[in-house]
C-alpha cells in the first residue's frame, strides 16, 4: 500500500510530464518485399494462409520495381516459415494461428533480367534494394517480350498457372537449323506440339514467308487427317498450299492432295539396311563390300540371284553369312512395299527446299520399317543439301520420333549424328522428340540450341538435359516436374531467358488460323484470341 | 563424493515434490475442494488486451556495479488481431545503489507522484530487477492511458512486489479501477507452496487437481482463505490458479487487484477466449507477443557489449584495464571470455 509520506505533495516541485520516446512497432508491409539475397537468387515472403486466387505458384513471374528498373524473377520454390525458432510448428496444440505476420510462406525466385524504363531487357547483374516492393507481374511487362519472339508461333506465354494471351511464344525460324529437341512423356502434348508447329510453318509457307522446309515422318497415322477427335494438317485448308503429303496408305493417297510414298529400288543403299540390324562383324564386312561389287543402282536384284551369290562367294564371304544378308533385304523388301521403280525423293526435296511442310504418312509401318524409310530420305535431304548452295532453297528441319533410337549412346545409325553435328553447315537441322531425353547422346544434346521441355517425371532425364542445355534449365526443375499438360518451358538462343509456355490446343489454333485476316502478321497482332471468342 | 542412496534420497523426494499423490490429502491439507474451482466460459469481446512485458540483459558488471540492457513495452490486440507493440523504455540502466535513486526518482515524480525510493541497502543484482519492474509499471501506466473501458490490461508478472514498488502499483491499481480496465497480473513460474513437511508446489498441483476434477475445460480457482504459502502476501487483491484452455495442461498464477473481486470470472473469460492459440496455447497469446517482441536477445546483448568496448576505447581505456576492472575471477577459473 503506497504510504501517505511516499507521496510529492501537491504543489511541490513535481517535474513537468516526463515524456517517453515511445517506438511503436505497427502492421507494417513485411510481406511482397525483396528481403534477401544475391545477385542469383531472390527471397520474399508471402502470407501464409493466401486466399485461391492469389496463390503463389512455381513458375509464376514477379516484378521487383526499383528506382529505374524493374526486374523480372521467376519463383523456383516456396517454403513455410516462420519467425518462431525450433520445432514450434510440430509441438503445436491446434490451428488457430494469430499472428499472420510471423508465420509467412518463403518464396525463393530467380532473376531473369531486368528492363529499364526505355522499355530494354538486360540480364541482371545487380540486385533490388532491400525491401524493394514485388508484384506478380502485369501484362505490360512482358511486352519487351514480343520483341524478341520469333515468327513461329506456338503457344502463349504462362504466368505459373495464367496465361498471359497478350504474349505469344513464338519461335524463330533462323534458329531451326541448330535443331530442336521436344522432350515429355506420354500424354503431355507432344504431337499437339508438333501439330501447332507444322500449322505456323504451313502458313509461313503459304504465304510465301517459309524460311524452312519441315519434315514429319509419321508412324502413327495422326498428323495428316487426325485420329478420333483430333484434326490433322489436312484440316488447315486455309494454308493447304505449305503442306505436301506422301502416303504408304492406298486409302489415304486416294486422296487427291496426297502422294502415294514410293522410293526407288535405287535410292536404297547398304547402309540403309545397315542399320537396322545387329551384325556380326563377317557380315558387316558383307554388307560393306556390296558397293564395291555390284552396281547401286542395281544391287538390290542382284544380290539376291544366284549369280550375286556367287560373286560374293568368290570375294571369300562365307555362304551362310551371304544368304543372311539376303534374307534379312528380303524382309525389308516385302515389309516396305514402297520400295519401286518410281520415287517421290525428288518431290519431297523440292517442296522442302520450297519451304513447305512435307507430311510422310506411314501408318501401321514397323519401328524398322520407319527408320529405314527416314535413313534412306535422311541421307537423300543431306546429300542434296550438300550440293552447292542454291540461292532460293530454304534449309530443312527432319523430325524424328523417339530420337532417342537414333541419337543414343552407342546406337548404330550414325546418319543422325552426323546431321546433328554437321547439318547445320549445310543447312539441315534435327528435330528430335523423345520421352527419354536421358537416352540421347550427352554431346549430341549439347548440339540442340532449341529446346521445349513439356513435362518429364523422371529425374534422370531432366538433369540429362540440364547439362547439355546451352541456357540454364537447372534452376527450373521443380517447375519442369510439375508441368500440366500442354505447359511447357521453350528455351531457344533468341529468346533471353526460358520461357514458361502454354501451347495452344491444335484444334483451337485451326479455328482462329481459319478466319485469320489475309496479311495480318499472327505474331504482330498479339497472337490469336481462343479465350476471347 | 555422493553416494547412489544419496542421489536415491533426493530422486525420492523430487519425485514427492512433483506428483501429486492423491488429491484428497492436497484438499485437506489446502483447504481447497472441488466447489472451489469455477469453470470458465471464454468469451469474445469487442475490447483490446494490452499485455505489458519486460526484459533485461547485463551488459557487464565490475562488483560494485553493474550495467544492463533493459526494455519494456506492451503489445495490443483487438480479438485475435495484433495491432501494435509499443516499446516505451530501451536502454542502458547503470546499477549502482549509491547513485541509482537519480535514475529511479524522476520516473517515480512524473509517473507517480512519488517522492523516490531508498534502495542505498538494496543487492546489486535486485537493483537493474527494481528498474526494470519499474519501467514495466511504466509501460502499465501507458498502456492504461490508452486503454478504454472494458478492455483487458495483463501484466507478465504478479502484484506480489517488494516493498520499494508497492506503492506504484497500488496508483496503478486505482487508475485502472477508476477507468474501468481489468488488469490481470500472470506469472509464468510461482513460488506458492503447500504442505507441512516439504515444499510442494502449489500451481502445477492445482493444475493437476483441476485436469482430474474438470478434464478438457478451462477453469479457475480463488485463493482467499486456503493454506497456500504466499511469500509475502501484502498486496491489495487477491490470487487465483487459472487454467485458461481446456486442452493445455498448464495452469497460472493470475494476480488480481481487489476492484476486481466482483467480476474476475468476466475478467478471465474474456482472456481465456484469447489464450488458444497454436503458438501457445493455454497462455494469453497477447503476452506471448509481447514477450517476443519486447525480449532483448543474446545478440542484441553482445552487439551492445561490442559497442561499450568501442566507447571505453575511445575513452582512452585500454583493454586490459577494462578485463582488470570487469572480469569476474570465476570467469577467469572457468576460462570465459569477459568485457
Known amino acids: ?533 | 563424493m555422493l553416494r547412489e542412496n544419496r542421489l536415491k534420497v533426493v530422486a525420492e523426494l523430487m519425485r514427492d515434490h512433483i506428483s501429486l499423490g492423491g488429491i484428497e490429502l492436497f484438499f485437506r491439507e489446502t483447504q481447497l475442494c472441488e466447489e472451489d474451482f469455477t469453470v470458465i466460459e471464454p468469451q469474445d469481446f469487442d475490447g483490446r488486451i494490452y499485455a505489458v512485458d519486460g526484459s533485461n540483459v547485463a551488459i557487464c558488471s565490475w562488483s560494485v556495479a553493474n550495467l544492463n540492457l533493459i526494455r519494456a513495452g506492451y503489445a495490443v490486440y483487438q480479438g485475435r488481431e495484433w495491432q501494435k507493440t509499443v516499446i516505451t523504455y530501451d536502454d542502458v540502466f547503470l546499477a549502482d545503489p549509491r547513485i541509482c535513486s537519480e535514475e529511479f526518482d524522476p520516473y517515480l515524480k512524473a509517473f507517480f507522484g512519488l517522492k523516490g525510493i531508498d534502495l542505498k541497502d538494496s543487492d546489486l543484482d535486485r537493483l537493474s530487477t527494481y528498474f526494470r519492474e519499474l519501467q514495466e509499471y511504466i509501460a502499465l501506466n501507458e498502456a492504461l492511458e490508452e486503454a478504454h473501458a472494458g478492455d483487458l490490461l495483463i501484466y507478465d508478472g504478479g502484484f506480489d512486489v517488494f516493498e520499494p514498488l508497492r506503492s506504484v502499483l497500488h496508483i496503478i491499481f486505482k487508475r485502472a479501477e477508476e477507468k474501468g480496465v481489468d488488469l490481470l497480473g500472470i506469472s509464468k513460474s510461482s513460488s506458492l507452496s503447500w504442505g507441512k513437511d516439504i515444499s510442494l508446489p502449489f500451481v502445477q498441483h492445482t493444475g493437476r487437481a483441476g485436469t482430474l476434477l474438470f478434464p478438457g475445460v478451462p477453469w479457475y480457482v480463488g485463493l482467499k482463505d486456503k493454506l497456500v504459502d504466499h511469500g509475502q502476501g501484502r498486496w491489495e487483491g487477491e490470487t487465483y490458479i487459472v487454467r485458461f484452455a481446456g486442452r493445455s495442461d498448464l495452469a497460472f498464477r493470475v494476480d488480481a487487484p481487489a476492484y476486481l473481486a466482483g467480476h474476475i470470472g468476466s475478467a478471465l473469460s474474456r482472456l481465456a477466449a484469447y489464450s488458444r492459440s497454436s503458438e501457445c496455447l493455454g497462455y494469453p497469446h497477447a503476452l506471448f507477443r509481447a514477450h517476443r517482441d519486447i525480449r532483448i536477445t543474446n545478440q542484441e546483448g553482445s552487439f551492445m557489449r561490442q559497442k561499450l568496448i568501442e566507447v571505453l576505447a575511445e575513452m582512452g581505456l585500454s583493454h586490459s584495464q577494462m578485463r582488470t576492472l570487469t572480469q569476474d575471477f570465476h570467469d577467469i577459473l572457468e576460462m570465459r571470455p569477459g568485457i
Open chain 1, 1 to 533: 500500500m503506497a504510504s501517505e509520506d511516499n507521496r510529492v505533495p501537491e504543489g511541490s516541485n513535481l517535474p513537468d510530464k516526463m515524456v517517453i520516446d515511445k517506438m511503436v512497432i505497427d502492421k507494417g508491409d513485411t510481406t511482397y518485399r525483396i528481403i534477401s539475397k544475391s545477385v542469383t537468387e531472390y527471397h520474399f515472403i508471402v502470407p501464409f494462409d493466401l486466399p485461391d486466387e492469389e496463390r503463389i505458384e512455381v513458375g509464376q513471374i514477379f516484378s521487383i520495381k526499383d528506382k529505374s528498373l524493374t526486374f523480372l524473377a521467376r519463383v523456383l520454390n516456396m517454403e513455410h516459415s516462420s519467425n518462431y525458432d525450433g520445432h514450434w510448428d510440430t509441438t503445436l496444440k491446434g490451428t488457430e494461428f494469430y499472428d499472420a505476420d510471423q508465420i509467412f510462406n518463403r518464396v525463393i525466385a530467380e532473376p531473369l533480367g531486368c528492363v529499364s524504363t526505355q522499355g530494354g531487357f538486360r540480364k541482371s547483374r545487380t540486385l533490388p534494394t532491400k525491401f524493394a516492393p514485388v508484384t506478380r507481374a502485369k501484362k505490360d511487362e512482358f511486352e519487351f517480350l514480343k520483341k524478341v519472339m520469333g515468327d513461329i508461333e506456338i503457344g502463349y506465354l504462362r504466368n505459373g498457372s495464367r496465361v498471359v494471351e497478350e504474349i505469344p511464344v513464338a519461335l524463330h525460324s533462323e534458329a531451326m537449323d541448330h535443331h530442336m529437341g521436344v522432350f515429355a512423356t506420354t500424354g503431355m502434348g507432344k504431337s499437339n506440339f508438333m501439330k501447332v508447329f507444322a500449322a505456323s510453318c504451313m502458313r509461313l509457307a503459304a504465304r510465301g514467308e517459309s524460311k524452312f522446309g519441315l519434315l514429319i515422318v509419321d508412324p502413327h497415322g495422326e498428323y495428316l487427317k487426325g485420329k478420333k477427335d483430333a484434326k490433322g494438317l489436312m484440316h488447315l485448308t486455309r494454308y493447304r498450299s505449305g503442306l505436301a503429303c506422301y502416303s504408304t496408305d492406298r486409302k489415304n493417297a486416294s486422296d487427291p492432295g496426297v502422294e502415294e510414298l514410293a522410293i526407288s529400288e535405287s535410292e536404297v543403299r547398304p547402309e540403309d539396311i545397315a542399320l537396322l540390324y545387329e551384325w556380326s562383324p563377317p557380315q558387316r564386312d558383307a554388307l560393306d563390300a556390296i558397293s564395291r561389287i555390284f552396281s547401286s543402282s542395281n544391287w538390290l536384284e542382284e544380290i539376291q540371284s544366284n549369280e550375286g551369290l556367287a560373286r560374293m562367294m568368290q570375294e571369300g564371304f562365307k555362304d551362310t553369312t551371304v544368304l543372311v544378308l539376303v534374307r534379312r533385304i528380303r524382309n525389308v523388301l516385302e515389309a516396305n512395299k514402297y520400295i519401286q521403280k518410281r520415287s517421290s525423293l525428288e518431290n519431297i526435296i523440292t517442296n522442302l527446299q520450297s519451304g513447305k511442310v512435307v507430311l510422310v504418312d506411314i501408318p501401321r509401318m514397323s519401328d524398322r520399317s520407319e527408320l529405314f524409310l527416314l535413313s534412306i530420305i535422311s541421307r537423300y535431304i543431306l546429300e542434296a543439301y550438300k550440293k552447292e548452295d542454291q540461292e532460293c532453297r530454304k534449309n530443312c528441319l527432319i523430325t524424328i520420333e523417339e530420337a532417342q533410337r537414333v541419337l543414343g549412346e552407342g546406337s548404330n545409325t550414325s546418319r543422325f549424328e552426323t546431321i546433328a553435328r554437321e547439318g547445320r553447315k549445310f543447312g539441315v537441322g534435327l528435330c528430335a522428340i523423345t520421352q527419354q531425353p536421358k537416352l540421347i547422346d550427352k554431346l549430341l544434346l549439347s548440339q540442340f540450341n532449341t529446346l521445349v521441355v513439356m513435362g518429364l517425371g523422371d529425374k534422370n532425364d531432366r538433369r540429362q538435359l540440364e547439362e547439355s542445355a546451352k541456357q540454364d534449365l537447372s534452376s527450373l526443375d521443380i517447375e519442369i516436374q510439375t508441368l500440366e499438360k500442354g505447359e511447357a518451358i521453350v528455351s531457344t538462343l533468341n529468346i533471353p531467358f526460358p520461357v514458361p509456355a502454354i501451347i495452344h490446343r491444335y484444334e483451337d489454333y485451326l479455328r482462329i488460323l481459319g478466319k485469320e485476316e489475309k496479311d495480318e502478321s499472327l505474331v504482330r497482332r498479339g497472337g490469336f484470341k481462343p479465350f476471347l471468342e
